[in-house]
């Protein structure tokens, strides 16, 4: 949709002879808008919101930068000049060449996922926070 309206949103405002930002913003809000929207727009199947609460916190998950690193023979991760180490577990003695996911917050955080499980949270130095209280968060 945005590659579309790049292409096609300033022909339009050509066509209309607008040539100045406050021009083509009120052309874009009372005009172009609500023509597209006329248009294209789609009657929901069912009435009512679609939406549900996030009672479980899974948006932080969602919403932060994800990257898969391997952890080292050192048992650690590296992550934009950080060294992660990773705290001794109870799933396995150790991660060495597993495949972990770097959750990176935007508070700074990170975190360190290995399919569904938190291993361990780190302050925005690569620090790693209590790791009895981050797991149970």
Known sequence: MFGTLQD????????????????????????????????????????????????????????CIQEDRVVGN????RYR????????????????KAKVRVHDYPDGTLALFHGPRCLARYDNQGQLIDNAKSLAA
């Open 8 to 63: 096609r949103l300033p022909k339009e405002l050509r066509l209309a002879g607008i040539t100045t930002i406050d021009a083509a913003n009120r052309f874009i809000a009372e005009v172009y808008l609500p023509a597209h929207n006329a248009r294209f727009a789609v009657k929901p199947e069912q009435p009512g919101s679609a939406f549900v609460p996030d009672r479980a916190g899974a948006w932080r998950d969602i919403l």
């Open 74 to 77: 050192d048992n650690t991760v």
């Open 81 to 96: 000049r950080l060294v992660l180490q990773l705290p001794q577990s109870p799933l396995r003695p150790h991660f060495v």
